[in-house]
């Protein structure tokens, strides 16, 4: 194997440790936990050897990164999602190549994720970002709805056509009363998951935890693990 390959095999195979173990400290299968492979300022060549190594779930955040990327590796089978802020200006692109859009947040940028799924042709997964630091109305620092709007925001995504509701998705909260406490976060999460079920059955996809605190998220009762650092290692510095 090359070194570069070498490198990521080895990092990989101590986060499916990670996750194996958080897995069985919960009682929980292995294979509930899905990993995904965020692989922002990654070239798509890491891709490609994450695909060799049997990596089918990869994530970006900013379109001008995704959209070369994403078509140069064409080729594989991989599931992309679409993890970042998303303007509406961007949606037609992302729309193109994106199985999942994990951060909606508003109407307006469901409305045209919608309208850009039915033009191309395919249906998008969506998830839901709650922001556990916004007051209602409002939105996250880092993007995402308040919680008492995802009822609302789940109503038309379900409705919409072109897009498929499925679940949730978070970034633990830097501020509020949640910030430094990443389980009740995610345990907070799992509590409205537990509620858009209620409505929504299918909608079971709560996708939370990242390099740093996977173990929380899975113990909390995440299905969907987000991991860049710990397997591609510390990202280069932009600009």
Not at 54 to 70: I, W
Not at 213 to 233: I, N, Q, S
């Amino acid at each position: 194997m090359t070194d570069r390959k070498t490198e990521l095999a080895s990092n990989l195979a101590r986060v499916e440790e990670r996750i194996a173990s958080a897995c069985a400290a919960a009682g929980r299968e292995r294979a509930d936990v899905t990993l995904i492979v965020v692989t922002k300022t990654y070239p798509a060549s890491d891709v490609r050897l994450l695909h060799e190594l049997g990596v089918r779930e990869v994530a970006e955040n900013r379109d001008q990164d995704a959209a070369p990327k994403a078509a140069a590796c064409a080729d594989l089978d991989l599931t992309w999602h679409f993890v970042g802020q998303l303007q509406t200006n961007k949606v037609r692109s992302v729309a193109s190549y994106a199985d999942m859009v994990q951060s909606v947040d508003r109407d307006k940028l469901a409305g045209s994720l919608s309208t850009a799924a039915v033009r191309a042709g395919r249906e998008l997964g969506c998830l839901i970002q709650v922001a556990l630091d916004a007051e209602s109305g409002e939105r996250g620092e880092r993007g995402g709805v308040a919680p008492d709007g995802i009822e609302e925001l789940a109503a038309s995504i379900a409705e919409a056509p072109g897009l498929r509701l499925d679940g949730l998705m978070t970034v633990a909260p830097l501020a509020g009363e949640y910030a430094g406490r990443q389980r009740a976060a995610f345990e907070r999460l799992l509590e409205f998951s537990s509620r858009l079920r209620a409505a929504h059955p299918a909608a079971n996809m709560v996708s939370a935890g990242m390099s740093a605190d996977l173990e929380e998220a899975v113990a909390a009762g995440a299905t969907h693990v987000r991991v860049g650092t710990a397997v591609l290692g510390v990202r280069p510095r932009l600009g």
